[in-house]
C-alpha cells in the first residue's frame, strides 16, 4: 500500500486550476464587499493593511491547502486524514476538513441570496426598471425585492441550480469548461468598466479614495476586518481551494500558481475600487454607504451618466459571474466528498448537496421577510451564516491548517510537495508556524472581546 493515491480526476490544465481558484477567489467578496469595507474602515490605509493580511497569512496558508489537496489526493477530510495517516498523527485531525467543508457549505446557504440580489439586478438594469430613481426610490425597490419571499427565493433558487448544474457536470466538464469562458468574460466587463470609470467618473477622487494613506482612518476593527476579510476574498479554510488542489497534476509549481491566484484576487478588488469610486464620486454620492453601495447607490449613479443604463447591465453580469464561479468552489468539497466516500454519482451527489443547500438557503432568504423576527441574540439566522463562518469557522480552520502544516505533518511530505528552494521553504514554515497563527488568534481576541487591540 503507498501513502499516496491516484487521482479519480485532474484538470486538463495548468490553466484549468488557475482559473477555476482565480474564479473561486474572485467574487462577491471583491466586488461587492471590498469596496465598501474600505469605504467604511477609511481607505488607503485600510487598503494597506489588507495587501499585508494578503502577504503574512493568505498566501502560505494558500499554499499549505493546495499542498494538502494535492498530497492527500481527496476531499478536506479524505486529503487530511490521508496525509495524517503519512505522517503518523491521530486521524482525528480530519475534524478540521469537516469544519472546513461545512464553512464552505454555511458560506454558500447565504452566498446565494447576495448572488440573487446581483442577477435580479441584472435583470431590472436591462429591463430599464432602475431608471430615473432617486436614491431614497432604489432604496425603496431593494427593500421591496427583499420583502417578497418569492421574489427573493426564487433568485437564490436561479442561483442554486445553475451552480450544481455546472458542478454536476464533473471538474473537467462542468467546473473548467465553465471557467473557461466566465473568467475571461468577467476580465474583460471589467476592464471595460473602468475604462468607463477613467472617462467619464471622477477617477481622480477614487484613486486617492482607495490609495491615500492617512493612518488615523484606522481602527483596530478595521485591522480585524482586513485579516477576516483576507481569509474570505481567497477562499481560505473552507474546503474549496483545497478541493480544488486534490485535481492538481504533480508537476505544477504551488508557489507560482498561489501567487498568480492572489495577486489576481488583489488586482480584482482593486479594480473593482476603481471602477466603482470614480462613478460614485463623480455623481455626489456617499463613499461608505455600506451593503447598499451597490445596489442603491451604483444604480443611481449609473442613471445620471452617458450610456448608464449599457454599462450598469454590464457591471451586474460581471457580478453575476464572478458570483457564480465562486458559488461552484464552494460547493465543490462536499460534492467531492459525497461521490469519493460515499460511493454516490456526481450527478447523484450534486443533487443532494443542492437540495439541502437549497433548504438552508430558503430559510436564510426568509430573514428579509417572513422571518424578520426571528432572532437569536439579536442576529437573524442569515447574519448567523456569516458570523459563524467568518468570524469563528474560517479562523478555526485557518489556525487549524497552518499548525497542521508548520507542525504536525512531517516536514519533508510538505517541502516535497511545495518544491520550493531552501530559503523560499524556510520563509514559507516561518510564516506558517509564527506569522499566519498569531494573526488569525487576533480576530478571536476581537470575537471574545478579550482585548482591545
Ligand atoms: N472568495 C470568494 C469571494 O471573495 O467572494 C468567497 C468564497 C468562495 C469564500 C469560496 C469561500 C469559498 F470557499
Ligand atoms: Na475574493
Known amino acids: 500500500m503507498t501513502a499516496r493515491q491516484q487521482p479519480k480526476n485532474l484538470w486538463i490544465s495548468r490553466w484549468g486550476f488557475i482559473l477555476a481558484a482565480t474564479g473561486s477567489a474572485v467574487g462577491l467578496g471583491n466586488i461587492w464587499k ?72 454555511m458560506i454558500l446557504s447565504f452566498y446565494v441570496v447576495v448572488a440573487g440580489w446581483s442577477f435580479s ?74 475604462g468607463y470609470a477613467l472617462t467619464s467618473g471622477n477617477f481622480s477622487a477614487g484613486f486617492h479614495f482607495l490609495f491615500d494613506f492617512d493612518v488615523t482612518r484606522l481602527s483596530s476593527e478595521g485591522v480585524l476586518a482586513a485579516l477576516g476579510h483576507a481569509f474570505f476574498t481567497l477562499s481560505l479554510a473552507s474546503g474549496a481551494i483545497l478541493t480544488y488542489g486534490s485535481y492538481l497534476p504533480s508537476g505544477t509549481s504551488i508557489a507560482r500558481t498561489t501567487f498568480t491566484v492572489a495577486i489576481a484576487d488583489t488586482l480584482v478588488a482593486l479594480m473593482a475600487g476603481l471602477a466603482i469610486f470614480p462613478i460614485i464620486f463623480a455623481n455626489g454620492m456617499d463613499p461608505s454607504s455600506g451593503p447598499g453601495l451597490i445596489f442603491m447607490s451604483l444604480p443611481v449613479a449609473f442613471n445620471q451618466m452617458p450610456f448608464g443604463q449599457l454599462f450598469g447591465v454590464l457591471f451586474f453580469a460581471m457580478l453575476s459571474i464572478a458570483a457564480l464561479t465562486s458559488a461552484i468552489s464552494m460547493i465543490e468539497a462536499t460534492v467531492a466528498w459525497l461521490s469519493e466516500n460515499r460511493n454516490m454519482s456526481r450527478t447523484k451527489a450534486s443533487w443532494l448537496a443542492g437540495s439541502v443547500l437549497w433548504l438552508v438557503a430558503m430559510f436564510a432568504m426568509l430573514s428579509f421577510n417572513l422571518g424578520a423576527d426571528w432572532t437569536l441574540a439579536g442576529k437573524h439566522f442569515f447574519d448567523w451564516l456569516d458570523y459563524l463562518t467568518s468570524r469563528w469557522m474560517m479562523p478555526i480552520g485557518g489556525i487549524a491548517m497552518a499548525l497542521l502544516a508548520g507542525f504536525v505533518f512531517k516536514s519533508s511530505m510538505l517541502r516535497d510537495e511545495l518544491n520550493l528552494s531552501d530559503a523560499g521553504y524556510r520563509l514559507w514554515l516561518f510564516m ?22
Open 121 to 194: 439586478y441584472l435583470w431590472k438594469m436591462a429591463s430599464g426598471a432602475l431608471s430615473g430613481h432617486s436614491v431614497a426610490e432604489l432604496g425603496a425597490i431593494f427593500e421591496a425585492g427583499n420583502a417578497n419571499p418569492w421574489a427573493l427565493g426564487g433568485w437564490a433558487t436561479l442561483v442554486t441550480v445553475v451552480t450544481m448544474l455546472i458542478v454536476g457536470r464533473g471538474v473537467q466538464e462542468g467546473v473548467e469548461k465553465s471557467v473557461r469562458w466566465m473568467m475571461p468574460g468577467m476580465v474583460i466587463m471589467l476592464l471595460i468598466m473602468i
Open 34 to 105: 471590498f469596496p465598501y469595507i474600505t469605504g467604511e474602515y477609511g481607505g488607503g490605509a485600510f487598503v494597506l493593511v489588507y495587501l499585508a493580511c494578503i502577504l503574512a497569512v493568505g498566501v502560505p496558508v494558500m499554499m499549505a491547502e493546495i499542498a494538502f489537496g494535492r498530497r492527500g489526493r481527496g476531499s478536506p477530510i479524505e486529503a487530511i486524514a490521508n496525509l495524517a495517516r503519512e505522517a503518523g498523527a491521530s486521524p482525528l485531525w480530519k475534524v478540521f476538513g469537516w469544519i472546513a467543508m461545512l464553512a464552505g457549505f
Open 432 to 453: 506558517i508556524r509564527y506569522v499566519s497563527p498569531v494573526c488569525i488568534l487576533a480576530i478571536f481576541v476581537d470575537v471574545l472581546g478579550v482585548a482591545e487591540l
